[in-house]
Protein backbone atom coordinates (compact mmCIF):
# COMPACT_ATOMS: atom_id res chain seq x y z
CA UNK A 1 0.00 0.00 0.00
CA UNK A 2 1.47 3.29 -0.77
CA UNK A 3 1.88 6.61 1.02
CA UNK A 4 -1.37 7.86 -0.51
CA UNK A 5 -2.92 5.06 0.03
CA UNK A 6 -2.19 4.98 3.73
CA UNK A 7 -3.55 9.03 4.40
CA UNK A 8 -6.40 8.36 2.30
CA UNK A 9 -7.33 5.42 5.24
CA UNK A 10 -6.31 6.91 7.83
CA UNK A 11 -8.45 10.42 6.89
CA UNK A 12 -11.47 7.86 6.10
CA UNK A 13 -11.30 6.47 9.73
CA UNK A 14 -10.88 9.92 11.42
CA UNK A 15 -14.01 10.96 9.49
CA UNK A 16 -16.00 8.15 10.48
CA UNK A 17 -15.02 8.40 14.38
CA UNK A 18 -15.70 12.13 14.14
CA UNK A 19 -19.26 11.01 12.99
CA UNK A 20 -19.81 8.96 15.54
CA UNK A 21 -18.99 10.95 18.61
CA UNK A 22 -21.00 13.92 16.99
CA UNK A 23 -23.58 11.22 16.68
CA UNK A 24 -22.99 10.26 20.07
CA UNK A 25 -23.15 13.92 21.57
CA UNK A 26 -26.29 14.39 20.09
CA UNK A 27 -27.99 11.28 21.42
CA UNK A 28 -26.29 12.57 24.63
CA UNK A 29 -27.80 16.30 24.39
CA UNK A 30 -31.14 14.52 23.39
CA UNK A 31 -31.37 12.81 26.80
CA UNK A 32 -30.12 15.14 28.93
CA UNK A 33 -32.67 17.37 27.45
CA UNK A 34 -35.50 15.25 27.90
CA UNK A 35 -34.66 14.54 31.25
CA UNK A 36 -34.47 18.19 32.19
CA UNK A 37 -38.18 18.34 30.48
CA UNK A 38 -39.25 15.96 32.57
CA UNK A 39 -37.48 17.45 35.69
CA UNK A 40 -39.54 20.56 34.93
CA UNK A 41 -43.04 18.94 34.73
CA UNK A 42 -42.28 16.45 37.74
CA UNK A 43 -45.51 15.97 39.97
CA UNK A 44 -45.38 14.79 43.69
CA UNK A 45 -48.87 13.67 44.60
CA UNK A 46 -49.33 13.10 48.36
CA UNK A 47 -52.60 12.11 49.76
CA UNK A 48 -53.67 12.61 53.80
CA UNK A 49 -56.91 11.99 55.96
CA UNK A 50 -57.64 14.52 58.44
CA UNK A 51 -60.03 15.41 61.62
CA UNK A 52 -60.99 19.01 62.97
CA UNK A 53 -62.39 19.34 66.31
CA UNK A 54 -62.87 23.48 65.77
CA UNK A 55 -65.37 24.65 68.48
CA UNK A 56 -67.98 24.51 66.47
CA UNK A 57 -67.53 22.13 63.71
CA UNK A 58 -66.70 18.50 63.87
CA UNK A 59 -64.86 17.42 60.61
CA UNK A 60 -63.26 14.31 59.10
CA UNK A 61 -62.06 14.36 55.49
CA UNK A 62 -59.07 13.67 52.55
CA UNK A 63 -57.46 15.86 50.74
CA UNK A 64 -54.91 15.62 47.74
CA UNK A 65 -51.75 17.78 47.39
CA UNK A 66 -49.48 17.94 44.71
CA UNK A 67 -46.02 19.41 46.01
CA UNK A 68 -44.14 19.15 42.53
CA UNK A 69 -43.18 21.33 39.67
CA UNK A 70 -45.79 19.87 37.22
CA UNK A 71 -49.62 18.86 37.33
CA UNK A 72 -50.11 15.04 38.24
CA UNK A 73 -53.15 13.44 35.45
CA UNK A 74 -54.91 11.37 38.39
CA UNK A 75 -55.86 7.76 36.16
CA UNK A 76 -57.17 5.55 38.72
CA UNK A 77 -58.27 5.52 42.75
CA UNK A 78 -58.79 2.45 44.47
CA UNK A 79 -59.19 1.59 47.85
CA UNK A 80 -58.55 -1.29 49.87
CA UNK A 81 -59.02 -2.79 53.70
CA UNK A 82 -56.08 -4.33 54.35
CA UNK A 83 -55.27 -6.56 51.06
CA UNK A 84 -58.84 -6.43 50.47
CA UNK A 85 -60.39 -3.64 47.58
CA UNK A 86 -63.27 -1.89 48.80
CA UNK A 87 -65.90 -1.61 45.85
CA UNK A 88 -67.56 1.22 47.21
CA UNK A 89 -67.48 3.54 50.56
CA UNK A 90 -71.19 4.05 51.26
CA UNK A 91 -71.35 1.26 53.49
CA UNK A 92 -68.59 3.46 55.14
CA UNK A 93 -70.83 6.40 54.81
CA UNK A 94 -74.20 5.12 56.31
CA UNK A 95 -72.51 4.18 59.12
CA UNK A 96 -71.16 7.97 60.03
CA UNK A 97 -73.61 9.81 62.39
CA UNK A 98 -77.21 11.23 60.54
CA UNK A 99 -76.99 14.93 59.98
CA UNK A 100 -73.43 15.84 58.38
CA UNK A 101 -73.02 17.66 55.58
CA UNK A 102 -71.22 16.50 52.84
CA UNK A 103 -69.04 17.43 49.80
CA UNK A 104 -66.48 15.91 46.99
CA UNK A 105 -64.65 16.28 44.24
CA UNK A 106 -64.64 13.98 41.51
CA UNK A 107 -60.75 12.56 41.07
CA UNK A 108 -60.22 10.32 38.08
CA UNK A 109 -59.23 12.02 35.17
CA UNK A 110 -58.43 15.36 37.02
CA UNK A 111 -55.45 17.17 36.98
CA UNK A 112 -54.08 18.76 40.13
CA UNK A 113 -51.34 21.65 39.54
CA UNK A 114 -48.43 21.98 40.90
CA UNK A 115 -48.69 23.55 44.41
CA UNK A 116 -52.72 22.81 44.44
CA UNK A 117 -54.47 20.99 47.25
CA UNK A 118 -58.14 19.84 46.78
CA UNK A 119 -60.57 18.45 49.11
CA UNK A 120 -61.46 15.02 47.81
CA UNK A 121 -64.24 14.46 50.45
CA UNK A 122 -65.32 16.21 53.75
CA UNK A 123 -68.08 15.17 56.13
CA UNK A 124 -68.92 17.78 58.51
CA UNK A 125 -71.06 18.10 61.91
CA UNK A 126 -72.45 20.96 64.03
CA UNK A 127 -70.56 20.51 67.18
CA UNK A 128 -73.90 19.52 69.13
CA UNK A 129 -74.51 16.58 66.33
CA UNK A 130 -71.68 14.52 67.31
CA UNK A 131 -69.83 13.32 70.48
CA UNK A 132 -65.76 13.35 70.59
CA UNK A 133 -66.11 9.72 71.04
CA UNK A 134 -68.46 9.18 67.76
CA UNK A 135 -65.67 11.41 65.79
CA UNK A 136 -62.89 9.04 67.70
CA UNK A 137 -64.67 5.89 66.48
CA UNK A 138 -65.73 7.56 62.67
CA UNK A 139 -61.67 8.62 61.99
CA UNK A 140 -60.34 5.15 63.31
CA UNK A 141 -63.08 3.20 61.01
CA UNK A 142 -62.19 5.48 57.77
CA UNK A 143 -58.70 5.65 59.35
CA UNK A 144 -58.09 1.55 58.47
CA UNK A 145 -58.51 2.32 54.49
CA UNK A 146 -55.69 2.69 52.34
CA UNK A 147 -56.26 4.37 48.70
CA UNK A 148 -53.54 3.55 46.18
CA UNK A 149 -53.55 6.57 43.17
CA UNK A 150 -52.05 6.03 40.22
CA UNK A 151 -51.21 9.33 38.11
CA UNK A 152 -49.26 10.48 35.92
CA UNK A 153 -46.71 13.32 34.61
CA UNK A 154 -47.93 15.12 30.90
CA UNK A 155 -44.69 13.12 29.56
CA UNK A 156 -46.48 9.77 30.44
CA UNK A 157 -44.56 9.32 33.41
CA UNK A 158 -46.73 7.57 35.98
CA UNK A 159 -46.24 6.68 39.53
CA UNK A 160 -48.22 4.90 42.14
CA UNK A 161 -48.39 6.45 45.69
CA UNK A 162 -50.59 5.41 48.59
CA UNK A 163 -52.16 7.24 51.68
CA UNK A 164 -54.47 7.28 54.45
CA UNK A 165 -53.65 3.61 56.51
CA UNK A 166 -50.63 3.34 54.77
CA UNK A 167 -48.12 6.20 53.40
CA UNK A 168 -45.48 4.80 50.87
CA UNK A 169 -42.95 7.53 48.63
CA UNK A 170 -44.71 7.76 45.00
CA UNK A 171 -43.42 4.05 43.17
CA UNK A 172 -42.52 4.53 39.24
CA UNK A 173 -44.71 2.44 37.17
CA UNK A 174 -44.85 1.60 33.45
CA UNK A 175 -48.39 3.28 32.90
CA UNK A 176 -51.92 3.61 34.50
CA UNK A 177 -54.91 2.11 34.00
CA UNK A 178 -57.83 4.47 33.87
CA UNK A 179 -60.60 3.54 37.08
CA UNK A 180 -63.93 3.15 34.67
CA UNK A 181 -65.39 4.51 37.86
CA UNK A 182 -64.66 7.11 40.47
CA UNK A 183 -65.22 5.23 43.74
CA UNK A 184 -65.17 9.08 45.55
CA UNK A 185 -68.17 10.17 43.28
CA UNK A 186 -69.92 7.01 43.62
CA UNK A 187 -70.55 8.40 47.35
CA UNK A 188 -73.23 10.99 45.65
CA UNK A 189 -75.17 8.42 43.65
CA UNK A 190 -76.65 6.87 46.68
CA UNK A 191 -78.26 8.36 49.54
CA UNK A 192 -79.09 6.46 52.74
CA UNK A 193 -82.95 6.14 53.69
CA UNK A 194 -82.67 8.55 56.80
CA UNK A 195 -81.13 11.40 54.89
CA UNK A 196 -83.56 11.73 52.45
CA UNK A 197 -86.85 14.08 52.36
CA UNK A 198 -89.90 12.45 53.56
CA UNK A 199 -90.91 12.82 49.80
CA UNK A 200 -88.37 10.34 48.78
CA UNK A 201 -89.13 7.83 51.19
CA UNK A 202 -92.88 7.45 49.64
Not at 86 to 105: C, H, K, M, N
Not at 173 to 188: M, N
Request: with cysteine; proline share 4%.
Amino acid sequence: MGTGNKVEMVIAVCAVVTSALAVFIAWDQGRVMRAQQHGSVYPVLQLNGYTSTDPEVREIGVVFRNSGVGPALIESVDVFRGDEQVESLIPYRDALPAGYSFSWTSMVGRAIAPGETLDALSFSWPVGQMSREEMEAAAEDWGGLTMKICYCSVFKRCWNVEGLAQNSPAERVKSCKRSEQDIIEGLSTVKRAQDLPNQELE
